[in-house]
């Protein structure tokens, strides 16, 4: 691996732990206000590989939730380091840039990942509130962080 690549691995790598770790946290701590535990948001993300099974595997699902999460967050952090080193204008507005990317995130994972994936559906219509910190979750925690952090270490890596 050349320097330039393990450059951009290591930033894409520290950039998705972070905003990977904030969405979750976002995620565990509106959850336990609606009396979901952290094992069950993470069974949750398993069941979007493994179906219905997920909330039956225990610590074994809640692992493989965990790195699921991880591996999502990394996965749209590089989307948007490719489409940023392609488009300029991306890291000249980074917070309009960060926001519109958050609810890009927001629509392509509620609206076509998690339909298509294996996650039961919901016995109850989801609320407008949980629909609301949803959105709010990915804008900020996802899209504004990970497009503020990528300004700060590309502007950092010219100079």
């Known amino acids: 691996m050349n320097r330039n690549s393990?450059?951009?691995?290591?930033?894409?790598?520290?950039?998705?732990?972070?905003?990977?770790?904030?969405?979750?946290?976002?995620?565990?701590v509106f959850s336990q206000l609606r009396g979901v535990s952290p094992w069950t948001v993470f069974?949750?993300?398993a069941s979007g590989l493994i179906g219905k099974q997920a909330f039956q595997?225990?610590?074994?699902?809640?692992a493989l939730g965990v790195v699921l999460h991880y591996i999502i967050a990394l996965i749209w952090t590089g989307v948007f380091y490719a489409v940023a080193r392609k488009f300029a204008?991306?890291?000249r507005r980074?917070?309009?840039?960060?926001?519109?990317?958050g609810g890009l995130v927001y629509l392509i994972m509620n609206f076509i990942v998690v339909p298509l994936s294996g996650?039961?559906?919901?016995l109850r219509p989801i609320t407008l509130v949980s629909r609301i910190n949803a959105?709010?979750?990915?804008?900020?925690?996802?899209?504004?962080?990970?497009?503020l952090l990528m300004r700060r270490m590309l502007f950092q890596a010219r100079n």
């Open 89 to 91: 204008i991306v890291m």
């Open 6 to 28: 393990w450059v951009t691995f290591k930033t894409v790598l520290w950039i998705g732990l972070v905003a990977g770790t904030l969405d979750i946290t976002e995620n565990l």
């Open 135 to 147: 959105v709010l979750a990915l804008l900020f925690c996802i899209g504004l962080t990970i497009s």
């Open 57 to 62: 595997g225990g610590s074994v699902s809640v």
């Open 94 to 101: 980074p917070v309009l840039s960060g926001l519109l990317y």
């Open 119 to 122: 996650v039961p559906h919901p």
């Open 43 to 45: 069974q949750y993300i």
